[in-house]
């Protein structure tokens, strides 16, 4: 079993008006097959423990670990983190013009696992996986999400979690900007990664409209920083219902 430990983390970020502090003690611990969703109001400091997790560098750590079966991913480098087996979807895909999306998949699988998988079997899955997410087979051949819509950003991202197969997957608001067909599929490819390799998902969002999709086995309530509240799936139709004015006033 694995499991993601999070120890009184805080988080800076450099502004235009100097270092801020977002993460203000973040205690959180995520087990191999279990879904936790964060949600709190914008501004909150969730997409921030995304992208510390995943070692961005825009993001200074000030104190506290994130221990993935014992080991710091802070001290690691990113590449380092993600052939640890953490994985973080995007909110907002980046282009990459040149690189077409056959060989970005198989360089990251290769970079990831350490060899290269065989050809044949890889293109093999590549194709089903491709099929499962409803994308034409010309995708491959395409520049990696030039040109692609939002939806199509989205399903590249869940497809790269489904071939990489991590320990761990981080999803930064992966319902943003899909509609109704989009979200299904996503949220199917979501849920095919972790039950097929009993993943640890840390599913952030606002709404609750994907967690009809991927049921969360745990709800944590994400205000100024640090968690504010937490409890099972009820808690997210709570939140539905009556926002988060409680947490702001209080």
């Known amino acids: ?8 983390l ?3 970020v450099e502004t ?5 502090q977002i993460l203000k003690g973040v205690n959180l ?3 191999s097959g279990e879904i936790h969703a964060i949600m709190g109001p914008n501004g909150s400091g969730k997409s921030t423990l995304a992208y510390a997790l995943a070692g961005h560098p ?3 750590i000030d104190s506290g670990e994130a221990l993935l079966d014992g080991e710091n991913i802070l001290e690691m480098s990113a590449d380092e983190r993600a052939r640890a087996g953490v994985f973080l979807a995007m909110q ?3 282009e990459v013009a040149g690189v077409t999306v056959s060989n970005f998949l198989r360089t990251a699988k290769t970079a990831v696992d350490g060899e290269a998988p065989k050809l044949r079997s890889w293109v093999k899955e590549v194709r089903e996986a491709m099929d499962n997410f409803r994308m034409d087979n010309a995708f491959a ?17 869940i497809l790269q979690l489904e071939l990489l197969k991590p320990k761990m997957a981080i999803l930064d608001e992966t319902d ?18 972790h039950q097929a390799n009993d993943m640890g998902v840390l599913l952030i969002t606002h709404y609750t409209r994907i967690l009809r999709y991927i049921k969360p086995d745990f709800v944590h309530v994400f205000v100024a920083g640090k968690i504010a509240d937490q409890g099972g799936p009820e808690l997210a139709d709570r939140l539905e219902a009556e926002g988060y004015d409680r947490y702001l006033n209080a």
């Open 141 to 157: 051949e395409r520049d990696v999400n030039v040109g692609f819509s939002g939806g199509e950003k989205k399903r590249l991202e």
């Open 29 to 31: 611990t995520i087990k």
């Open 1 to 8: 079993m694995t499991t993601l430990e999070i120890k009184d």
């Open 58 to 60: 825009k993001y200074i």
């Open 176 to 193: 943003s900007g899909l509609d109704v067909d989009a979200l299904r599929i996503v949220s199917e490819g979501v849920n095919r990664a």
């Open 16 to 20: 235009g008006e100097g270092m801020k």
């Open 10 to 12: 805080h988080v800076s």
């Open 92 to 94: 907002y895909p980046v």
